[in-house]
């Protein structure tokens, strides 16, 4: 099975956000892209159905400005996965995930795929967007908040569950297909110090992403931290009983959150 | 931006779910003279679209066919994108739904349109649009502006007021039969589990949500979240303290790598707070938190906090709740 893997470069989940001096976006001064979050996971899954499939190969694929990209590509390499692509943004880069989803897929298109991965969002925009654009782009069906992703090979068919508001779905499908997937292992794989330092020198291809075909995009205009929260109004009492009428009427009369 | 605004209706049990009737409620307040114009898919389509019509909604296009009943968005969407242009919109609005967020993409390419979702402000103005919306798990907002002349947005559920009664006279329209992609003849929705009111795979839905951490001690413990949860007619949720240990499966997970959720309400019982966990529920509008520790990093984010014994404050929370609320 041949998988492609969307991994963004996206800042540590411990990093803390400063607004840069324009105003209309994070600073990435000093702040570490890793391959984080969901796409970790989307990775971990890649592996796992290599693991499962015989003959299978891993393709990750990063859209982003250097030095970003090449560096979660290369880290992606070091955790099993067997090629890499880097669709180089330029410097003049978008942040929207619409232009990424495009660039993707041109990239995508002329590689083998049977199965393309993304995760369900990407850990700093949130947008939830590149792989029901991937699925529009390349002609294929695309399901987001996928988990337990399994390939049956006697049926041919990918078995999973996708979440939603009310509860689960169980699906089958066919290869090939895009899958966002919301799954999140509590103890992906981590990288060996020997794959670390071979997948400094591995090979990592590089495309140019396509002009994208009208102005229809967005931009960032403002970035906000949320004001502190000052810390919060303890409640004094002396009686559990006495706590939760306290806090009871608090949260009617008060905050307003139920009647 | 003075076209038309299509609202994408998604149907369940046979009704309008709350983020389609906020997204009404949205597109009215937009609306110029263009108008609003609804959309439905599905195999039974007329109830949802008189539902429209209550909300002064009198245009709608429908793309009546069962096999839209599964509630894959990439089957309908080009539909979607053929009432679009038929009916001149140059703005789609959906509820932030798994299905609300899949259709935002889709569209996005087949309408060549500009996108943005989880959405809590929105503002039009001769230069296009104006977005606001949470990222980073809710540790900062950025505002977008979206140019060109189309977008879709999907609307962070409950962000907005549902649109009010306003009885108008349905017009149905039947949009263009469009076959989906060859692809999805080999998918197929094998079957649907609804959880339990109350349970936790509703939670990004949820207005209020109750979560336990492992201040609970043991899964058997865990009723008493259950039953404050059940007081206040919220969801439940949990800290990966709780869903790693299996008191309670990984969809109650809030978190980094879990759920993000932002209800008005949000009660942390027995959570410590570690940035894993903060980052998934931050942005809720009104925080609790319950712990015997004073100095849990939970009560840096609260905005109410109570110090003690989650054994007895809970209970106690849960009858006075009932009493109030005439449980
Ligand atoms: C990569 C990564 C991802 C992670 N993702 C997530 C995530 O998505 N979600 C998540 O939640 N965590 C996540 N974590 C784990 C996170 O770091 C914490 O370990 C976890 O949130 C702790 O759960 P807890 O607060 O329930 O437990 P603890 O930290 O053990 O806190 C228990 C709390 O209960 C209080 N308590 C004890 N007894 C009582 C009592 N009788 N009455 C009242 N209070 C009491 C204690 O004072 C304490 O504050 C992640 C960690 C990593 C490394
Ligand atoms: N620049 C990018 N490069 C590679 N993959 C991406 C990029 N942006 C988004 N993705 C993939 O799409 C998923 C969803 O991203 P988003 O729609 O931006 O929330 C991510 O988890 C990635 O798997």
């Known amino acids: 099975m041949e998988i492609v893997v969307c991994v963004k470069p996206v800042p540590e989940a411990e990093t803390r956000l400063r607004v840069a001096t324009d105003g209309t976006r994070l600073d990435p001064e000093g702040v570490k892209f890793v391959l984080a979050g969901y796409d970790e996971s989307a990775v971990e899954q890649a592996l796992l159905l290599k693991e499962a499939v015989p003959g299978s190969k891993v393709h990750a694929i990063a859209f982003g400005p250097p030095p970003r990209a090449e560096e979660i590509l290369r880290a992606a390499i070091a955790l099993g996965c067997d090629q890499a692509t880097w669709v180089d943004a330029g410097s003049k880069s978008s942040d929207d995930p619409i232009v990424a989803a495009r660039a993707l897929a041109a990239a995508i298109a002329p590689l083998p795929h049977d199965l393309v991965l993304c995760g369900k969002q990407a850990g700093d925009d949130e947008a939830g967007l590149v792989a029901a654009a991937l699925g529009a782009l390349l002609n294929l069906p695309d399901f987001g908040y996928v988990v337990d992703l399994r390939w049956d090979p006697a049926r041919s068919r990918f078995t999973f569950h996708r979440a939603t508001e009310s509860g689960q779905e169980a699906w089958e499908t066919a290869a090939p297909c895009v899958v966002g997937l919301q799954q999140a292992w509590n103890d992906p794989r981590t990288a060996k110090l020997p794959a670390i330092l071979k997948s400094r020198k591995a090979p990592i291809a590089k495309t140019a992403a396509p002009a994208p075909p009208g102005p229809e995009c967005s931009a960032p205009e403002k970035f906000e931290l949320p004001v502190a929260r000052t810390g919060a109004k303890m409640i004094e009492y002396k009686t559990p009983e006495e706590a939760a009428q306290k806090l009871v009427r608090i949260l009617r009369e008060e905050a307003k959150v139920f009647p | 931006m003075t076209g038309a605004i299509l609202v994408v209706g998604e149907v369940h049990d046979g009704r309008l779910i709350g983020a389609t009737l906020e997204a009404i409620g949205k597109a009215r307040e937009l609306a110029g003279d263009g108008g609003v114009v609804g959309f439905v898919a599905g195999s039974t389509v007329e109830p949802a679209a008189r539902e429209f019509a209550d909300r002064g909604v009198a245009n709608v296009h429908w793309a009546k066919n069962a096999e839209f009943d599964d509630g894959a968005a990439g089957r309908f969407a080009p539909s979607v994108v053929s009432v679009a242009e038929a009916t001149g919109a140059d703005l789609i609005l959906v509820g932030g739904t798994t299905l609300g967020r899949d259709l935002a993409g889709q569209i996005a390419i087949r309408w060549n349109a500009a996108a943005a979702t989880g959405v809590t402000e929105v503002r039009r103005d001769g230069s296009g649009l ?165 100095s849990a990093p939970i009560f840096k984010v609260a905005d109410y906090g109570i110090v003690g014994d989650l054994f007895q404050i809970v209970p106690a929370l849960t009858s006075e709740i009932r009493k109030v609320r005439g449980l």
């Not at chain 2, 800290?239 to 009660?267: E, I």
């Open chain 2, 130 to 294: 104006h977005v606001r919306r949470p990222i980073f798990g809710g540790r900062a907002t950025e505002t977008r502006h979206l140019e060109g002349s189309r977008a879709v947005l999907a609307l962070r559920p409950h962000a907005f007021p549902e649109a009010s009664e306003s009885r108008v006279d349905v017009l149905l329209e039947p949009a263009a039969r469009i076959d989906p992609p060859a692809g999805w003849r080999e998918s197929k929705r094998l079957g649907v589990e609804t959880a339990p009111a109350g349970s936790g795979p509703g939670l990004t839905d949820a207005s209020i949500i109750v979560s336990g951490g492992r201040g609970v001690r043991a899964p058997e413990n865990f009723h008493l979240i259950e039953e404050l949860a059940a007081s206040l007619g919220a969801a439940v949720g949990a800290s990966r303290a709780v869903t790693d240990a299996g008191w309670r499966p990984a969809s109650y997970q809030v978190g980094q790598t879990g759920k993000t959720v932002s209800p008005q309400l949000y009660v942390a019982v027995g959570i410590s707070g570690a940035i894993q966990h903060i980052v998934g529920m931050v942005s809720s509008r009104v925080i609790v938190a319950i712990n015997s520790d004073a």
